[in-house]
């Protein structure tokens, strides 16, 4: 009989460790060996002695972090090729998340765990959709694991935006969005709606926009927002970090519409506190819908939840006979504790520039919705 | 339904009053008849059901989802009708529907397929609410609920429960429909018929799209707009021929406009709003065919009681037997705009004064006074007037120049008001937080404090009021950069700023009126505080006591005030 998960795949103080495989799944903490699913900083760190990730995931952490902070060495693992870790069989597959993002499928004795890392099912132009793989433990996040979040579909949402642009032509639609994954799907989206008129970027947006480019992942005509003389962007559409769209940086704008594309924008009081006037709800995260049916369809008799709303999806998972276990694992909650009570903001540290400090630390969608909440 | 929703939801989230009109003006564009009337007639409050209690919401919502992920969700959004509105179970290719999972690359992104069900109109609804016997309601909602995407669904279940909160007043509606009449009809004649039309205004549209007549109110008692002041400032002051003036004192109340004609009676606030319900003891008194300017103020045999009074009065809807007795509504006249169905507004000032007069010693109209014209010599009279002018009720002087006809709006030059010398405290900013709109960015709404006790020997800063305006672009960056230099505490979207005896900020606050308020911790309530000056000469610790204000609440200046300006009007 093939042994339980949990007797190989731990919940460490580092993080999730497989024990077989000697390795740390997204550790917070630096670890000897670590497996990392995608490139947001929660789940990357730097720090580690060993990094194996997929080459798009290698990529964009050495953008983000430079490139000796990545790890000691770095292994790069195509989706789909197996790889024997130690006593442990290993092998990457897309998870609809973010251009590189990939779920760790892992066997040991028979016995088979998929960690999901954070993913989404909606169609996303900038990456591989999520793959579903049968298993014995699904391991899933639960960032919008309450039924009220459901995102619609997200060229809806662009259009929105377009037409608000064509109501309001003398002033600039300024769109927060975090600078990995969200920043690029937008402006392939936009792309997709027919804007093809220059896309102005913040300057911590534009690093990973180029890598992206240098994917193979075409984005059209992008400006420096920084360089436009002030007060000439006027029917502009302007991505700037979330923390940037409502404070000292936004003032060069002409009369900002002040947008901000997130799964959090579906509650009004949230998109009202932090001051947005045209919420986009735009997500890389599964919304409540896709994880239930995620959870069908891959068919695991257990689940475990690693972040989020967890308690919820627990209930879910028990209404439809399958063991649902809370994970708890600290790290990727903790930004959100750290943020509580405090405003997301690019000058929060004295003396740092938003131009520094914005959108290379704690800009996921995660931060975002605790820091929002917080506010409300 | 759907664009209705949408138009709900960028009001409540725009701050900009250009912005929100724009919003309305494409809403009555593009939506057809008669929705477009509908939605205006729901969002200038003319509809108002309560059908739909938000029992009946939460039972549906019950009845289609698990309760224990319902408590959860209505915990973490907070709202019923919301909550219901985002979990609502959407039946598969329904409300938005969306693939699960598409093919890869670029341009994935597929047409949506074509809905099963549609949402109905706004006119479907109001129609359907009016006619359906109760115990069908819950079917019929659903049904709704069913058809339409979130959006609609919370503008509808907010629409049936009443719970329509919108951020952009009637005014702005009639503004967005004059531009869309292309510049051939003022808001203002909007104004002048709007209270005798009906929903869904398809005359109304007519008239606006030149496919009709204006729309004839005949005697409905209609509101006018009303003819308003300008504040007088030091250049106008010395030009002032004051002999072509009347002079009254400025009431610190609510200015209204009785209107009683042979169609009705209403009671107006300055801005247009219906608050007949909230004075019933006024509409009462109201038995005379007229169109009346005044103040409405609360009063007690003859004497104006503060504001604070009054604010009683204005926070409800319709008043307990109790409140009225304890606060008394009278109305203090100004002027009077139709007799008996003549439109004197035409006339001098000075002859409607006279009309005003005769008419009321001829009437004699119960809770009804005219504010006294004030004797005044020279500019010098004047100037000692307004100095002593310190009573709770007075605010300062009304000008008005006797050959001024009635004009609506704020014609230059005919009527000025010259408000009484603010008062001054040197105050401490404590607590910062951002502002709307243009403001959004910087740091401008400011709550200020006084020291109860000795700064730096046991003594504490007590928040007396907040203030949002006075200072310069330039004084709000200075500000605003200190702010940020500065914070010691976050609270949400609240700083708190360093406020010690030695390290601070000190704003010199300008305030009309202090009054005593048991609801204050600090026992005082400031009338229209503002920022006259950034005190960066001074450190906190120099700051005013809380003593200090205190002696400058209206009960306290009451009695020395009100006896200078007897011997002031009499010199």
Redesign the interface.
Known sequence: MAPHPESWLKVLPQGLYCEPGGFFIDPPAPVERAIVTHAHADHARPGHGAVLASPETLRLMAVRMGEDRVAGSRQALDYGEPLSIGEARVWLRPAGHVLGSAQVAMDWRGSRVVVSGDYK??????C???EPIACDVFVTEATFG???????????EVR?LLDSVA??PE?THVVGCYALGKTQRLI??LR?AGWDRPIHLHGALIPLCRAYEAMG??LGPLLPATEAPRGTLGGAIVLAPPSAI???W??RLA?P??CLASGWM????R???R?????LVVSDHADWD?LC?TIEEVDAPEIWVTHG?E??LI??VT?RGRRGRALRLLGYGDEEEEAG???PEA?AR?GAGPEASAGTGTDTEADLGASAG??? | MIAFAELLERLTLTPGRLAKIALLRRFFETEPDPDRGIGLAALTGELAFDAAKPALIRALAESRTDPILFGWSYDYVGDLAETVALMWPEPPGGASPKPLRGPPGPLAAPPPAPALLAPPLLAEVVEALATTAKADLPGLVAGWLDASPAGARLAMLKLITGGLRVGASVRLAKIALAELSGGRIAADDIEEVWHSLVPPYGELFAWIEGRGERPDPKDAPVFRPPMLAHPLEAPDLASLALEQYLVEWKWDGIRVQLAATAGGRRLYSRGADDISAAFPEILEAMRFDAVLDGELLVMRDGAVAPFADLQQRLNRKAPTGVMLQRYPAAVRLYDILFERGDDLRALPFAQRRARLEAWHAAVRPERMDLSELVPVGDIAALGDLRLGARAASIEGLMLKRRDSPYVPGRPRGLWWKWKREPLNIDAVLMYAQRGHGKRSSFYSDYTFGLWRGEPGAGGELVPVGKAYSGFTDAELAQLDRWIRNHTVGRFGPVREVAHEPGEGIVLEIAFDAAQRSARHKSGVALRFPRVSRLRTDKPPDEADRLDVLLRLTDSELDATASQAIRSVAKA
Do not use: M, S
């Open positions: 099912r909606v169609p996303d132009p900038t591989l959709p999520f309450l039924p009220v979040f459901r995102h619609p579909e997200p060229a809806g929105r109501l309001f002033r392939a989206l997709a992942i075409p409502a404070d000292r936004a003032r009369e519409v002040t579906r509650v009004r009081q998109a009202k506190a001051g947005v006037e045209l919420p896709e049916a709303r308690e919820a209930h879910a209404q009570g405090r405003e000058d004295p917080a506010a409300a």
